[in-house]
């Protein structure tokens, strides 16, 4: 199995890639989202795993850009964040995976075959989290950032003149 390691962070890349090594997976390594959407597209590894917080690119971007560029391999993000928003995003954008930084290695080896063989995996923690996503239901639109984005140009208007005091009479 060849792996490509996606992360903005030179200790952890190093790690991750001596932890994988020692298992018997060849290792690639990129420093930042634009090099590790030049090294998938080029090396066409069978897994890549991706940090989601990276400066200039994150993980979301790299792997939209992987997708719109065809590139089918599975893309996991592999990450600190517990944040719905970005677990959402993420398997929206075409994640095969959502695993946590802290997962035990072993379990991460287990994990990537998985992965391979084309399941989707996320991390056990965040079950109850996707559950919730769920009843949510999977509606793509934002949710307005203030209740007044709703409002129609009279209902604004008005609300206007309520708070200038103006009496209903006037308004």
Same mark, same amino acid.
């Given at each position: 199995?060849?792996?490509?390691?996606?992360?903005?962070?030179?200790?952890?890349?190093?790690?991750?890639?001596?932890?994988?090594?020692?298992?018997g997976?060849? *290792?690639? !390594? &990129?420093?930042?989202?634009?090099?590790? *959407?030049?090294?998938?597209?080029?090396?066409?590894?069978?897994?890549?795993?991706? @940090? #989601?917080r990276?400066? @200039? #690119?994150n993980?979301?971007?790299?792997?939209? =850009? #992987?997708r719109?560029?065809?590139?089918d391999?599975?893309?996991?993000?592999?990450? !600190?964040s517990?944040?719905? /928003?970005? *677990? &959402?995003? $993420?398997?929206? +954008?075409?994640a $095969?995976?959502?695993?946590?930084?802290?997962?035990?290695?072993?379990?991460?080896?287990?994990?990537? $075959?998985?992965?391979v063989?084309? =399941?989707?995996?996320?991390?056990?923690?965040? &079950? &109850?989290?996707?559950?919730?996503l769920?009843? =949510?239901? !999977?509606?793509?639109?934002? =949710?307005? +950032? !203030?209740?007044?984005? /709703?409002?129609?140009?009279?209902?604004?208007?008005?609300?206007?003149?309520?708070?200038?005091?103006? $009496?209903?009479?006037?308004?």
């Amino acid at each position: 199995m060849r792996v490509l390691i996606v992360d903005d962070h030179a200790l952890f890349r190093a790690g991750l890639q001596s932890l994988l090594e020692r298992r018997g997976i060849e *290792v690639l !390594t &990129a420093s930042d989202g634009q090099r590790g *959407v030049i090294r998938a597209l080029k090396e066409k590894p069978d897994v890549v795993l991706l @940090d #989601l917080r990276m400066p @200039d #690119l994150n993980g979301v971007e790299v792997l939209r =850009q #992987l997708r719109a560029k065809l590139f089918d391999k599975p893309v996991v993000i592999l990450t !600190t964040s517990e944040d719905d /928003k970005d *677990v &959402a995003d $993420s398997l929206r +954008a075409g994640a $095969s995976g959502y695993l946590l930084k802290n997962m035990d290695p072993d379990e991460l080896v287990a994990v990537l $075959s998985d992965i391979v063989k084309g =399941q989707t995996v996320v991390d056990p923690s965040l &079950a &109850a989290l996707l559950a919730d996503l769920v009843k =949510q239901g !999977t509606n793509d639109t934002e =949710q307005p +950032a !203030t209740p007044f984005e /709703k409002l129609t140009a009279r209902e604004l208007e008005i609300l206007c003149h309520l708070a200038e005091g103006q $009496s209903n009479k006037v308004i």
